[in-house]
């Protein structure tokens, strides 16, 4: 797990509660009222970091957001396949009057690190990096608080039948205080983030622009061009599937497999401008996994194979020459 440390931490994990004290009210069906959501750990100690978030759930002791893609709780207001929150951190919070801090000698928040290990999250290391601009480790200052990071989370679909499903994303930190009275403590929270699809809002023409635009955000940006793999730290096979580059490295490029490169096969191999070749297109037998010997190992690797309807995309998007804009029919 890649994780940013203002300052090295260690310790043993506390046990679970949660904090929360209401700091925003929401006015008539407006957006979610912000709240201070400890995440876990000893009321005592919950208060070392502290969530600012729109929490609504459960309904009488949030700690979690849940919200569905378009509702008020989402912060763009529309229905495009993500909803949007505002998220910050706070040290040595007194929203919680039962809860004395002794100071933070250190937070570490997962995924904030670009360092090429799988996880990697710009937003968490935004969430981190505005946390890390107000404190002066070892922190005894109260309520020091991060300007907040918008937080989005992706509603997971369209996939098989036209089906879309709710996407979860989790912030996890830890915090450690200074020593008092000889103890060091140890605050671990989570903040769980759930996007749920619109009831009518399922669409691929809905949350993309293009037949490629929705393969890169729902192929590429989840499966591929993460930390480890095609990402811009790791670059593997020589191959970046970032947003901007993955369509140069893939149309009419040659892989660095060997045996596919002498077979002839290309990234993604296309005939003409309408028309492509699935058979050499090395993208396509990665993903079903029809690979001959020597060719490499079917990806997403060590994960889940992708949907089928995803895997039919790309089939129908290459048969049509790859275009780079527009929509290929049946892709939609």
Request: charged share 20%.
């Amino acid at each position: 797990m890649s994780n940013l440390r203002l300052q090295f931490a260690s310790g043993v994990a506390a046990p679970t509660a949660a904090l929360l004290v209401a700091v925003a009210v929401a006015a008539g069906g407006g957006r979610a009222a912000a709240a201070v959501v400890g995440g876990g750990g000893s009321v005592k100690t919950d208060c070392l970091v502290v969530f600012d978030a729109p929490a609504n759930e459960p309904a009488r002791r949030p700690r979690a957001v849940r919200c569905t893609d378009g509702d008020p709780c989402d912060a763009d207001g529309a229905v495009n396949g993500r909803c949007e929150f505002s998220v910050s951190v706070c040290a040595n919070s007194t929203a919680d009057p039962r809860c004395a801090s002794p100071g933070v000698a250190a937070v570490v928040v997962a995924n904030s690190v670009d360092d090429g290990t799988p996880g990697f999250d710009p937003e968490m290391q935004a969430l981190a990096a505005r946390l890390g601009f107000v404190l002066e480790l070892p922190e005894t200052r109260s309520d020091r608080c991060g300007a907040p990071t918008t937080i989005h989370v992706a509603v997971d679909g369209p996939q098989s039948n036209g089906r879309c499903r709710k996407g979860v994303k989790t912030i996890r930190m830890t915090a450690v205080s200074t020593a008092a009275g000889g103890r060091v403590r140890t605050d671990v929270d989570r903040l769980k983030l759930a996007c749920l699809p619109a009831a009518a809002g399922c669409g691929a023409r809905t949350f993309f622009a293009s037949t490629f635009d929705r393969i890169q955000t729902q192929i590429f940006d989840r499966s591929c061009a993460v930390g480890g793999c095609h990402d811009s730290q790791s670059t593997r096979a020589n191959l970046l599937l970032e947003r901007g580059a993955a369509y140069d490295n893939l149309v009419g490029k040659t892989p660095t497999n060997a045996d596919a490169a002498a077979a002839g096969w290309r990234r993604v191999a296309t005939l003409d401008a309408a028309r492509g070749d699935t058979t050499t297109s090395y993208l396509f037998h990665k993903v079903t996994g029809d690979l001959p010997p020597g060719f490499g190992e079917r990806m997403p690797l060590r994960r889940a194979k992708l949907d089928e309807a995803l895997i039919a995309v790309i089939r129908r998007w290459i048969d049509a020459g790859a275009p780079v804009d527009g929509w290929v029919p049946g892709t939609d």
